[in-house]
């Protein structure tokens, strides 16, 4: 069963600082592993997607990162700004689902 | 940009009730799924859905839930007999031919409370 693990929980930066989250998962039979943001009580935005075979990929201010073979992925937003502020959840996708992390919860200081 | 819709957004119900949560994917999709989030916990995997047949369901998906697409747009969720610990936010998502390789679009999400 995949397991997927994300750290720091929560981190508060001030505005300008870049962000880093990190993301592991236990299977790395992995098709694709996904990045959203999540606002209180609303629903999962797609950030980015990468595929299994890609090392990175990037959106804008957002890169992430993709070890495949030691179960890690990581997001870097560059310039953080106070609309960053959300919860950050990764996702690995196995077969016809994807397993999610808890999240880190980002707070962007004005 | 075409998104994936909800109804409702909010549903308070009794114990024991049924319940149906309704969803319109994204119009060129052929996957289907439905998730649920616990306050305060993990996004959770339910069910995925393709060709009219389940592909892959959850432990937590038995017997009291099942997913119908009655028509060329709804795709729903069926809670039989809801229970105290059903109350969540419910998240339909949809993805494109080769849904392994393909982003999965959620919709904004129906929370469910039972009394």
């Known amino acids: 069963k995949q397991e997927v693990t994300q750290i720091p929980a929560a981190l508060s930066v001030p505005e300008g600082e870049n962000l880093v989250l990190n993301c592991s998962f236990t299977d790395s039979a992995i098709y694709n592993l996904q990045w959203f943001r999540q606002d209180p009580g609303k629903g999962l935005t797609s950030l980015l997607l990468?595929?299994?075979?890609?090392r990175e990929q990037t959106s804008g201010r957002l890169n992430a990162s993709l070890d495949k073979s030691s179960g890690r992925s990581t997001l870097y937003i560059a310039a953080s700004q106070p609309g960053d502020s959300a919860t950050y959840l990764c996702a690995a996708s196995n077969d016809y689902k994807l397993s999610f992390g808890a999240g880190t919860t980002v707070t962007v200081r004005a | 940009e075409p998104e994936v819709t909800q109804t409702p957004s909010h549903q308070v119900t009794q114990m024991g009730q049924e319940v149906i949560l309704r969803c319109v994917p994204i119009s060129n999709h052929l996957y289907f799924y439905w998730y649920r989030q616990i306050l305060g916990q993990k996004v959770e995997f339910l069910v995925s859905f393709y060709n009219n047949e389940i592909s892959e369901k959850s432990e937590i998906f038995d017997d009291q839930f099942s997913v119908e697409r009655p028509d060329g747009s709804n795709f729903t969720l069926k809670i039989r007999s809801t229970k105290l610990e059903d109350s969540a936010m419910y998240f339909c998502a949809s993805s494109d031919v080769g849904h392994a390789q393909e982003t999965q679009y959620f919709g904004p999400g129906t929370r469910l409370l039972v009394l």
């Open positions: 990468i595929q299994s075979s890609q």
